[in-house]
């Protein structure tokens, strides 16, 4: 079946935009995370999705950062008046929580430069 | 809180040798999972083995195994006979069995030498 899709695959936007990105995880993965990956450096966790439960936040670096999820599919992560630190890969990753030992299955990534 | 530690930040392997990379956790659970995954420079991220804590015998998938030594909080990774498509980034990665978040190393930068 279709994997984990990011878009946009690479978005240029200027400091100060909003920016949306798009996940969508593969079907029936009620789970779904967000990270962050700095050029060379390890991924940042920064938000994660469980089914209907509340998402877990802790790694949400400041208030201009915030997601959402519809049920158990689509997920944007939005960036508000961006600052050229959020420069990154963003990457997506989905996972069912009982099958195959809770492996995360990742997209390509949407890779964010602000000028 | 769960912690994963990989202490080295990069290696490099001559092809066809064997090379091992390092993990160290910290959790006070007596279940868990453990992974590694690689990212080449694609940066698509792939599962390259999984380990249940509760199995004692260690993972292996062809030319990856791992050494888990539990009371140790140990779970490193061996590769034999390394190709060049073995050069990437890899990490290490923790996970509860219960409904969590998974943590990730600060990752290994793996070269591979012809």
């Known amino acids: 079946g279709a994997g984990v899709s990011q878009s946009p695959s690479n978005k240029v936007t200027e400091k100060g935009k909003d920016v949306e990105l798009r996940c969508d995880p593969i079907s029936g993965h009620t789970a779904l995370y967000w990270y962050r990956q700095r050029l060379g450096q390890g991924l940042e966790f920064l938000i994660y999705f469980q089914g209907n439960s509340a998402p877990d936040k802790s790694g949400l670096p400041s208030d201009r950062f915030s997601a959402e999820r519809t049920g158990e599919s689509v997920s944007t992560l939005t960036i508000q008046r961006t600052q050229q630190e959020d420069s990154a890969v963003y990457l997506c990753a989905s996972s069912h929580p009982l099958a195959g030992g809770r492996e995360q299955y990742f997209g390509p990534g949407t890779r964010l430069t602000v000028t | 809180a769960q912690t994963v530690t990989q202490s080295q930040p990069e290696m490099s392997v001559q092809e066809a040798e064997t090379v091992t990379l390092s993990c160290t956790y910290d959790?006070?659970?007596?279940?868990?999972?453990l992974f590694w995954y690689k990212q080449p420079p694609s940066r698509q991220m792939i599962l390259v083995i999984r380990q249940e804590a509760y199995k004692q015998q260690n993972a292996t998938e062809n030319r990856f195994s791992v050494n888990f030594q539990k009371a140790a909080k140990s779970f490193s990774l061996k590769i034999s006979d390394s190709q060049l498509g073995d050069a990437a980034m890899y990490f290490c990665a923790y996970s509860k069995t219960s409904y969590d978040k998974v943590i990730f190393g600060p990752g290994t930068s793996l070269s591979v030498i012809p």
């Open positions: 959790t006070s659970e007596s279940d868990y999972y």
